[in-house]
Nanobody, 121 residues
Framework: QVQLVESGGGLVQPGGSLRLSCTASGTIFDINAMGWYRQAPGKRRGMVAIITNNGTINYADTVMGRFTISRENRKRTVHLQMNSLNPVDTAAYYC???????????????WGQGTQVTVSS
């Protein structure tokens, strides 16, 4: 069974930084894109940043220049370095991976359980 386990969320003051990490485990043959999404209360889940297995990166406009996504393929891990955080960044952050695992005939999306990021003074 494939799992994505996130870590690194928490409470931070405005202007501060946090680093999120997510590691995929299980019998995985290949991982295509990995990324981060977030969902604030009362709002839809939206893309924050995505990185493909060849290094192509996309960021949401709202985080461009403040957040950096990176990936360690051997460790099946993706990171999100978040700088200059402000209260509007407060949300549950979810890791996502498009991967091919045992028991699947094709690539499928897998989600982590989410980690809370709260930006408040």
């Amino acid at each position: 069974q494939v799992q994505l386990v996130e870590s690194g969320g928490g409470l931070v003051q405005p202007g501060g930084s946090l680093r999120l990490s997510c590691t995929a485990s299980g019998t995985i043959f290949d991982i295509n894109a990995m990324g981060w999404y977030r969902q604030a209360p009362g709002k839809r889940r939206g893309m924050v940043a995505i990185i493909t297995n060849n290094g192509t990166i996309n960021y949401a406009d709202t985080v461009m220049g403040r957040f950096t996504i990176s990936r360690e393929n051997r460790k099946r891990t993706v990171h999100l370095q978040m700088n200059s955080l402000n209260p509007v960044d407060t949300a549950a952050y979810y890791c996502n991976a498009t991967l091919w695992s045992r028991g699947s005939r094709t690539y499928a999306d897998c989600w982590g359980q989410g980690t809370q990021v709260t930006v408040s003074s």
